[in-house]
């Protein structure tokens, strides 16, 4: 399958690679299906194009290069959506990054810790979970000693 995106150009789609979101993303509810695209020269950043609307992508990337550890539980609708079993090892976790270009500061990177992205690898089906509450945990590493700092 040939898809077109506006950043991206054409691409090549195997449809058994394609991510449904049934409920879209919020804000974009008509955008149910999606594609990982390796962002070149980066090991860290993934696009995730929209197959319904060339306009549509998103930067992302794991939450665990940012040193982001997520516990959370899902809903059991949540987890109707996702199709899961009691195999919790097909989930992946993804948050979308978005750039800051205020006029007033540097432009930086940031990502939406409050919505992961949460995709059952196996299914090929993912949602948006939004967390009321994120608890802050930092974790400092020194040369023979493992420090958690937490948060509420």
């Known amino acids: 399958m040939e898809i077109k995106s506006k950043l991206l150009g054409e691409q090549a789609v195997d449809p058994d690679t394609i991510i449904t979101f049934p409920h879209g993303i919020p804000g974009f509810e008509s955008d149910t299906r999606f594609k990982f695209f390796h962002?070149?020269?980066s090991d860290i950043v993934f696009w995730l194009q929209s197959l319904d609307n060339d306009e549509v992508l998103f930067s992302v990337a794991h939450p665990t290069h940012f040193n982001i550890n997520y516990s959370f539980t899902l809903t059991d609708e949540e987890e109707a959506t996702l199709d899961l079993e009691d195999n919790?090892?097909?989930l992946i976790i993804m948050i979308i990054l978005h750039k800051n270009?205020?006029?007033e500061e540097k432009p930086t990177i940031k990502g939406s810790i409050k919505s992961p992205l949460v995709i059952n690898a196996k299914?090929?089906?993912g949602i948006q979970k939004v967390l009321v509450q994120v608890e802050q945990s930092v974790t400092l590493t020194e040369t023979s000693n493992e420090?958690?700092?937490?948060?509420s």
């Open 123 to 125: 299914a090929r089906k």
């Open 88 to 90: 919790h090892d097909d």
């Open 147 to 151: 420090i958690d700092l937490s948060a």
């Open 101 to 103: 270009d205020g006029e």
């Open 39 to 41: 962002q070149e020269g």
